[in-house]
């Protein structure tokens, strides 16, 4: 009896008894996806020296290290594949695909390396091109498209003639020129085999390379079948060459693709910047000259005119005249401020009074405006558990077609070989769900940007599912049921001479005081000759005129209402005058809390003011008096809501942090915009509580969207499938009727988010 050759363990060299590895985990071990095998010659070699990292640095605000532009990313199996950067390169701890902007976020451990994260994803296939904060990721997406219209212009023009030297043969002609023809539709098919059809080699390369499934396998098998064959019968002057077929079907999948892309650019990819300030143009005066410049080209220092109507483009100081600027993108507040000369302007504001000259402090990027709609696009890259499902659901549909594909091919090819080959290629085409994984991530990109539109900022598209959800309301009492803005109480006759020197004093002051005072005596010019002028935190603002020491304080006591702010003007320390001021209940919030209520939410007021205030507000708003809590320290805010799951939290972006942090969504109408977003969901730029009920309103749009393009998707994979299987879609017209599912889920969408 011969006995047993001696094997040993291909993974762990140890004895196999005959098998390649001695053990199942040596097999996991031995076939799973490890780190990539990098050339030696980093072509990004100059990635990792420190000026480089520098440069292309995120903040620390964020939490990611580098953002990439991928060229060439183009399906959910695409953003699979780069999410999987951690396993392929060690020291990326973490990868977080944008299929909308075609990037990817990367964190990096200490030891991890930005050359070899970028050389890896080259090695997947795409074009690595590092982001630092202050690209423009639509020079990107030019420069990309530019090549993809490159190879859809060589398919289309190889493809046209190849179709007009094939009709005469399918018209009848033979003999030499039958084979003239034939030679020169070879000739025409090589640069789109060589050229037009590179993504879909790349793509192959990397299904097979990393045993991941996608759609480019089939189609690169389709293509150089047809080639393959058609070249044999040319040779042996037989009859069945598909060159025209060929060639038509690449360039049909090549402009379905270039479609999508597009759609994605569109739509998916950030323009908060763009919307705002669309077409917006400034007059730049520079030595006496001026010249009209677009919003993005001012520079810090330059002189430059702002119209009435428009849009401040970055933070800038007023050089001339009054101004008279809506300030609601920033503070929530609704009604409008005064600006004096020699006040700094936030970009982002508007101009309600007639023109002024201002200056540039700070470029775009370092504006307020500018660090928050970058700091709100990056929170794209937070994937809602929608936009997860169906990516899932996806890479399954996948998985599910291509093992339909084998089966059915593998089945009838006993039946007809060729036939068997092309309804299963057919299938795979018109199956493709690229469509399903792009419809969630279009849909909520939409909803961001109505929301935006509706004065709603929302840094995450999580909140639409979140607040559909909550079950209890808390609301602040300052600045959310109530106005926020203050108003001059009647009050005794104030010489004229001391309100000139009231506004003098109150001229640069941006607290709430200064800005009533002046809106209500802007007809009065401030008093000249002010020396000394200072505002103190928390105790106002002095100065001398005429050798007196001026004063306007906090009121220690006074005998307006229990809910007014009063404030003592002195002179030499002795109180000349008392002004006090009312902050009014919002018009619409008893609707609003009413409207709630009908919803079948809980409304509870949390305020620091004193108790029979929150009390008296509640009872007017319909609050449940049980529910209005006063007397609270921001901790005891978070301790109350801390004992309501569902909850929602609206409140002032700074004083109510901890809450707001603490609630499942936490809306901000106060305060800084920029500070509140660090610790709310939303924030609300216009003023009112109205839009509350907007948000309500559009979560729920959102929701019936994304329930509507999933079941869009679904049937027209479905039903496409099925004809492709029965013989009733070839594989042409499957390239034909691919970009439809796609063109289906845009409509869809944005006709729901209209």
Known sequence: MELDRETTCIYCQSPSNGSQYCCEACRILDTQVGPLRLASSNPFEHLDQPEFKNLYQQSNDKDYDFLIFCEGMH????????????????????????????????????????????????????????????????????????????????????????????????????????????????????????????????????????????????????????????????????????????ASFLFLILSARYLLKRVQQNYLAPARMQTYFQNQTYECINNGQSALIPWNHIRPGDLFKVKQGQTLPTDCTLVENPATIDTSLFNGESLPQVYSVGMN?????????????????????????????????????????????????????????????????????????????????????????CALAFGSPLTLGLALKKAQRMGILIKSSNSFEKILNIQNIFFDKTGTLTEGSLSLNPTEDIPLKLQEIILALEAKSQHPVAFALRKVWGHITPAAGGSGIEEVLGQGVRGFFSGDLYEIAPAKAHAAGDSDIAVDVICNNEIIAKLSFNDRLRVDAPDIVKTLHKRGLRTFLASGDKT?????????????????????????????????????????????????????????????????????????????????????????????????TLSVSLLYNLIGGSAALLGYIDPMTAAILMPISSVLIVLTSLWGMK
């Open 345 to 433: 302007l936030l970009g982002g504001t508007k101009l309600l009074s007639d023109a002024v000259t201002v200056q540039a402090t700070t470029s775009f990027e370092m504006s307020q405006i500018g660090k928050l709609f970058n700091d709100l696009d990056q929170k794209s890259y937070q994937k809602s558990h929608f936009v997860g499902l169906t990516e899932r659901l996806a890479q399954k549909l996948i998985v599910l077609v291509f093992s339909i594909a084998g089966i059915f091919a593998f089945l009838y090819s006993f039946v007809d070989p060729l036939e068997a080959f092309q309804r299963a290629l057919a299938l795979i085409v018109i199956a493709c769900p």
């Open 612 to 708: 029979i205030r929150a009390q008296g507000v509640a009872k007017e708003c319909e609050i449940p008096v049980s529910n209005a809590f006063g007397e609270l320290s921001p901790q005891d805010k978070f301790e109350l809501i801390k004992k309501y799951p569902n909850s929602c939290m609206i409140g002032d972006g700074a004083n109510d942090s901890l809450s707001l942090q603490q609630a499942t969504v936490g809306i901000a109408v106060k305060g800084s915009v920029d500070l509140s977003l660090q610790y709310a969901d939303i924030y609300f730029t216009r003023g009112g509580l109205q839009p509350l009920l907007d948000l309500f309103s559009l979560a729920e749009k959102t929701r019936r969207v994304l329930t509507r």
């Open 75 to 246: 399906c959910s199996s695409c953003v699979h594949l780069v999410e999987k950067l951690p396993e392929f390169c060690p020291g990326v701890t973490e990868a977080r695909a944008n299929f909308g902007q075609s990037t990817v976020a990367i964190k990096l451990s200490a030891e991890g390396s930005l050359a070899k994260a970028a050389q890896s994803i080259s090695e997947l296939g795409y074009v690595p091109k590092i982001l630092s904060a202050h690209d423009n990721i639509q020079d990107k997406y030019t420069q990309e498209n530019r090549t993809f219209l490159k190879r859809i212009a060589v398919a289309g023009f190889c493809a046209g003639n190849i179709m007009l030297f094939t009709i005469p043969i399918y018209a009848g002609l033979s003999g030499t020129w039958e084979m003239v023809f034939n030679a020169i539709g070879l000739l025409l098919f090589l640069p789109i085999l060589l050229f037009s059809a590179q993504p879909f080699y790349q793509g192959t390369l990397n299904a097979l390379k990393f045993r991941t499934i996608n759609v480019d396998l089939p189609i690169t098998i389709a293509m150089l079948s047809g080639f393959l064959l058609s070249t044999w019968n040319f040779i042996q002057g037989k009859g069945d060459i598909y060159f025209d077929s060929t």
